[in-house]
């Protein structure tokens, strides 16, 4: 198994990596009753019934800058699953993940807020709300407008694109933006990026991002 956070407790990380863990519920990170705030964070291969990346319920969670890449939950989550709370996800990659119930997200409560995010590619819904209040703008969605990868409601502002998200090399892991990505440069709010342009979507975006370049 991955990391147990649990009532009262703070966990706080910059640079992670979660791996191929694995676990019946929260494969790479299970939280409950928490505070977690985690930068640069990458999570791949991690396994669970539910949320085989991250599963939280009653905590306070803040990721900035993640990739969630090939998490296998048979059940709910394949990314992210969430119960109660607030979950708040900035410039995030999410994609190759598998689930019955959200791919990317799956939301039975609690609230969830995503910006500067890129969903794409994933085995199942991008986002799946069965009783939570999930919002999302500023971000990249495939399969949005047609509403082939969200089930349940969702609260979307103005800026949310369904778009090809045009890595470098997806097949080879790598999720830095083309030239025409129309995530790059997309800007979040007034932040720019490490290398003085508007913010990128996606996890090499914002301030705090990995300083690896993109193709802008």
Excluded: C, H, K
């Excluded at 969630?68 to 990659?93: K, W």
């Excluded at 995530?183 to 991002?209: C, F, H, I, K, V």
Aim: net charge negative; hydrophobic share 40%; aromatic share 6%.
């Amino acid at each position: 198994a991955g990391i147990y956070v649990g009532p009262d407790a703070i966990l706080t990380g910059n640079d992670v990596d979660f791996s191929d863990n694995t676990a019946n519920e929260g494969g790479q990170l299970y939280a409950r009753s928490a505070e977690v705030s985690l930068s640069r964070t990458t999570w791949t291969g991690g396994q669970a019934m539910v949320g085989a990346g991250l599963n939280t319920g009653d905590s306070t969670i803040t990721i900035t800058n993640a990739l969630f890449s090939g998490q296998i939950a048979p059940g709910s989550g394949g990314a992210v699953y969430q119960d109660g709370g607030e979950l708040n996800i900035r410039y995030a990659t999410l994609v190759e993940n598998t689930a019955s119930i959200g791919a990317g997200i799956a939301s039975d409560g609690g609230r969830t807020t995503l910006a500067g995010v890129i969903i794409a590619s994933n085995d199942g819904e991008a986002i799946a709300n069965a009783g939570g209040r999930v919002m999302i703008d500023q971000s990249l969605v495939v399969g949005l407008d047609s509403g082939s990868s969200v089930v349940g409601a969702i609260i979307a502002g103005g800026d949310v694109l369904d778009a090809a998200p045009g890595f470098v090399n997806a097949e080879g892991g790598d999720y830095a933006l083309r030239l025409a990505s129309p995530a790059l440069d997309a800007g979040l709010d007034r932040e720019g990026d490490p290398d003085n342009t508007p913010a990128d979507w996606g996890m090499y975006g914002g301030e705090s991002a990995w300083l690896q370049r993109d193709m802008d």
